[in-house]
């Protein structure tokens, strides 16, 4: 009688030390909030946030080949609903979340209408002035968006109103929606855009509707920019112009880049290093935005395939 070899532990579509990683990562990111303070639990949950945002952008830049420059706007107008919804009309924060999330959707469906038909620096332009509308929108439509003061508003609910309790619902839906982004990549429709990313013509003579295509993977991306603006709201409280500016769409790419585009979770090594080196160099120098400036240029020199795709590339010839 043969009996069953025990299998290694698996997550669907993972190896079983793929699954064994992941776990223990996620195991680690559990239990930091016992060990830091509530400032750095702050900051902790500010990279999870910023992890997903980044790779929002990265299911856009590193898998079908269109860099956007439209996601900042995407995931402020997240922001301003839900602190509007939750502040001043007075809804549940759970029902703003989800508000926040359908409106920022509903901007990405716009966006992706009229940007999917272009390519390269003519595809990353159109997204800038698209944000930009939505940055004079939120800067000038003082009733609703409060203009330069932004709108405030406590709305978190009751239950999450501590650093650990937030950083432990933001790092659970960080991980579902970190899945839900690995799946749809690996899926045929993702490796449909990654053959879009490598040839666009080919996968046109062989039938492909590539419009549709992109417009499919932009809504995608941009619902998921949504659920990081409106954990941004709670975590903050706050949204004023500068949560939909170009300014935020750039930090989302460099934190990409700085993980390694086409690698989608090395958005949260990206965003964990960026705030990171952001609140360290700060606190020693005024000039720490020059610092970042040459720290990225050095990245793009020596590191272009980013943090992760450097160790894969170093771990690879190794191996060999």
Same mark, same amino acid.
Not at 80 to 104: D, E, N, R, T
Not at 230 to 247: G, K, R
Not at 267 to 287: C, D, K, P, Q
């Given at each position: 009688?043969?009996?069953?070899?025990?299998?290694?532990? +698996?997550?669907?579509?993972?190896?079983?030390?793929?699954?064994?990683?992941?776990?223990?990562?996620?195991?680690?990111?559990?239990?930091?909030?016992? /060990?830091?303070?509530?400032?750095?639990?702050?900051?902790?949950?500010?990279?999870?946030?910023?992890?997903?945002?980044? /790779?929002?952008?990265?299911?856009?830049?590193?898998?079908?080949?269109?860099?956007?420059?439209?996601?900042?706007?995407?995931?402020?107008?997240?922001?301003?609903?839900?602190?509007?919804?939750?502040?001043?009309?007075?809804?549940?924060?759970?029902?703003?979340?989800?508000?926040?999330?359908?409106?920022?959707?509903?901007?990405?469906?716009?966006?992706?209408?009229?940007?999917? +038909?272009?390519?390269?620096?003519?595809?990353?332009?159109?997204?800038?002035?698209?944000?930009?509308?939505?940055?004079?929108?939120?800067?000038?439509?003082?009733?609703?968006?409060?203009?330069?003061?932004?709108?405030?508003?406590?709305?978190?609910?009751?239950?999450?109103?501590?650093?650990?309790?937030?950083?432990?619902?933001?790092?659970?839906?960080?991980?579902?929606?970190?899945?839900?982004?690995?799946?749809?990549?690996?899926?045929?429709?993702?490796?449909?855009?990654?053959?879009?990313?490598?040839?666009?013509? +080919?996968?046109?003579?062989?039938?492909?509707?590539?419009?549709?295509?992109?417009?499919?993977?932009?809504?995608?991306?941009?619902?998921?920019?949504?659920?990081?603006?409106?954990?941004?709201?709670?975590?903050?409280?706050?949204?004023?112009?500068?949560?939909?500016?170009?300014?935020?769409?750039?930090?989302?790419?460099? /934190?990409?880049?700085?993980?390694?585009?086409?690698?989608?979770?090395?958005?949260?090594?990206?965003?964990?290093?960026?705030?990171?080196?952001?609140?360290?160099?700060?606190?020693?120098?005024?000039?720490?935005?020059?610092?970042?400036?040459?720290?990225?240029?050095?990245?793009?020199?020596?590191?272009?395939?980013?943090?992760?795709?450097?160790?894969?590339?170093?771990?690879?010839?190794?191996?060999?």
């Amino acid at each position: 009688m043969t009996q069953a070899v025990p299998q290694p532990t +698996r997550i669907a579509g993972m190896t079983g030390r793929s699954a064994i990683a992941v776990l223990a990562v996620l195991a680690v990111a559990a239990a930091l909030p016992l /060990m830091l303070s509530n400032y750095q639990v702050g900051l902790a949950t500010e990279m999870l946030i910023f992890g997903v945002l980044a /790779m929002s952008i990265d299911i856009l830049a590193g898998f079908a080949g269109r860099t956007s420059l439209g996601h900042g706007a995407i995931f402020g107008v997240s922001g301003y609903v839900v602190v509007y919804a939750s502040a001043q009309a007075g809804l549940a924060p759970v029902v703003a979340f989800v508000l926040g999330v359908m409106a920022a959707t509903l901007v990405a469906v716009i966006f992706g209408t009229i940007a999917v +038909r272009t390519s390269g620096v003519y595809f990353l332009l159109l997204t800038l002035a698209l944000g930009m509308i939505v940055w004079g929108i939120c800067l000038r439509w003082t009733q609703i968006t409060g203009g330069e003061n932004g709108l405030r508003g406590d709305v978190r609910p009751a239950f999450l109103v501590s650093h650990r309790a937030f950083y432990w619902a933001v790092l659970a839906v960080a991980t579902v929606v970190s899945y839900a982004m690995w799946r749809f990549v690996r899926s045929p429709f993702g490796l449909t855009l990654l053959g879009i990313r490598d040839s666009e013509s +080919r996968m046109r003579s062989l039938g492909y509707n590539v419009s549709l295509h992109l417009f499919i993977g932009f809504v995608v991306s941009g619902f998921f920019a949504g659920v990081a603006g409106a954990l941004y709201a709670m975590f903050n409280n706050f949204v004023s112009p500068s949560t939909v500016a170009l300014a935020q769409s750039v930090e989302g790419v460099l /934190m990409m880049i700085a993980g390694g585009v086409g690698t989608l979770f090395g958005g949260f090594v990206g965003a964990a290093a960026i705030i990171a080196l952001e609140n360290a160099v700060s606190a020693y120098t005024e000039r720490w935005q020059t610092v970042l400036g040459v720290t990225f240029i050095l990245i793009m020199i020596f590191a272009p395939e980013g943090i992760i795709g450097t160790l894969r590339a170093t771990l690879t010839r190794k191996g060999r």
